[in-house]
């Protein structure tokens, strides 16, 4: 892939703005400093081994194992002994567009969308890879490694296939995989997101976005959960931190500015609504990991 495709500096990594999909190793002899990013990120033990640290505690990391996070989500590796990752990562925006068909199916939903946020995940979600399926995960990460040398106009439809075959090696792994069908998502779903995320700074409430879509407010909590796994307002939450956190780690704004810009103008619910996602106040989250953030230049290459 030409251009700038991903970069790092000691506490944040960071897509350029040519890349929406990256896979590639990334070696870690001893450790890892805990850091942060605004994408989609997925960690596969390759080979090695060593502790992976996040919010919800200490897990180990050995072969096999993957641990996935939504953006902002904050994680580093600890007493690693040659821990070899196969890293895939790709844009949010990419996902709420033209992988938004994933809320839809059953597995990719759970993977991408339900799975992350059910009790306790904070963001994260953890399976293990069987050998065949690891086997299979590793040559669709191969063939996402090569193509992003290539020019990603000529190829955005290849990689945005690749990168569905790794996601579907890694849901095919969930608890419970291919058990049920639910039934088709209701539209007033994608409906009531679109309006969500194209005015975050909205005071919505349930009763407007039931009333606006001719719906009970009962019956659309039950649409919205059979779809997200989360009441409208849980989304929405959701929504809103992800975004406040993109928003510290890239942008000079003031902190109760950025709460205000994502629907929270008062400061103390703001603090409390970020704190209790991702365990920081949203000052220390910027103090610690956006203090050698980059930005993009007008090359379109992050600078310092």
């Given at each position: 892939?030409?251009?700038?495709?991903?970069?790092?500096?000691?506490?944040?990594?960071?897509?350029?703005?040519?890349?929406?999909?990256?896979?590639?190793?990334?070696?870690?002899p001893?450790?890892h400093?805990?850091?942060?990013?605004?994408?989609?990120?997925?960690?596969i033990?390759?080979a090695?081994?060593?502790?992976?640290?996040?919010?919800?505690?200490?897990?180990?990391?050995?072969?096999?194992?993957?641990?996935?996070?939504?953006p902002?989500?904050?994680?580093?590796?600890?007493?690693?002994?040659?821990?070899?990752?196969?890293?895939?990562?790709?844009?949010?925006?990419?996902?709420?567009?033209?992988?938004?068909?994933?809320?839809?199916d059953p597995?990719?939903g759970?993977?991408?969308?339900?799975?992350?946020?059910?009790?306790?995940g904070?963001?994260?979600?953890?399976?293990?890879?069987?050998?065949?399926?690891?086997?299979?995960?590793?040559?669709?990460?191969?063939?996402?490694?090569?193509?992003?040398?290539?020019?990603?106009?000529?190829?955005?439809?290849?990689?945005?296939?690749?990168?569905?075959?790794?996601?579907?090696?890694?849901?095919?792994?969930?608890?419970?995989?291919?058990?049920?069908?639910?039934?088709?998502?209701?539209?007033?779903?994608?409906?009531?997101?679109?309006?969500?995320e194209?005015?975050?700074?909205?005071?919505?409430?349930?009763?407007?976005l039931?009333?606006a879509?001719?719906?009970?407010?009962?019956?659309?909590?039950?649409?919205?959960?059979?779809?997200?796994?989360?009441?409208?307002?849980?989304?929405?939450?959701?929504y809103?931190?992800?975004?406040?956190?993109?928003?510290?780690?890239?942008?000079?704004?003031?902190?109760?500015?950025?709460?205000?810009?994502?629907?929270?103008?008062?400061p103390?619910?703001?603090?409390?609504?970020?704190?209790?996602?991702?365990g920081?106040?949203?000052?220390?989250?910027?103090?610690?990991?956006?203090?050698?953030?980059?930005?993009?230049?007008?090359?379109?290459?992050?600078?310092?």
């Amino acid at each position: 892939m030409t251009g700038t495709t991903i970069e790092h500096t000691d506490t944040l990594v960071h897509f350029g703005d040519d890349s929406f999909v990256y896979a590639g190793h990334h070696y870690h002899p001893t450790g890892h400093p805990v850091h942060t990013h605004s994408f989609i990120e997925v960690a596969i033990g390759y080979a090695g081994d060593g502790v992976h640290r996040s919010l919800a505690g200490r897990q180990p990391m050995r072969p096999g194992d993957v641990v996935l996070l939504r953006p902002g989500v904050w994680h580093g590796y600890e007493d690693c002994h040659d821990l070899d990752l196969y890293n895939c990562c790709f844009s949010a925006g990419l996902l709420r567009q033209e992988l938004a068909w994933t809320r839809d199916d059953p597995l990719l939903g759970e993977l991408l969308w339900t799975g992350p946020y059910a009790t306790g995940g904070r963001g994260m979600l953890t399976t293990r890879l069987a050998p065949d399926d690891f086997a299979e995960c590793v040559e669709h990460l191969d063939a996402l490694s090569k193509l992003r040398l290539l020019p990603p106009e000529l190829h955005r439809g290849d990689l945005i296939a690749r990168l569905t075959l790794v996601l579907g090696c890694l849901a095919r792994t969930l608890p419970g995989a291919g058990q049920s069908r639910p039934e088709p998502a209701h539209p007033a779903v994608a409906e009531a997101i679109r309006w969500m995320e194209e005015r975050p700074a909205h005071p919505w409430t349930l009763t407007e976005l039931a009333t606006a879509l001719h719906l009970a407010p009962g019956y659309l909590v039950r649409l919205f959960k059979s779809v997200t796994g989360l009441p409208p307002m849980a989304y929405l939450t959701r929504y809103r931190v992800e975004l406040a956190a993109e928003r510290l780690l890239h942008t000079d704004e003031q902190v109760n500015a950025i709460g205000e810009s994502v629907g929270w103008a008062d400061p103390n619910y703001f603090a409390r609504r970020f704190k209790a996602h991702f365990g920081l106040s949203a000052s220390a989250y910027r103090s610690r990991f956006a203090a050698n953030s980059m930005r993009l230049g007008a090359t379109g290459r992050p600078t310092i």
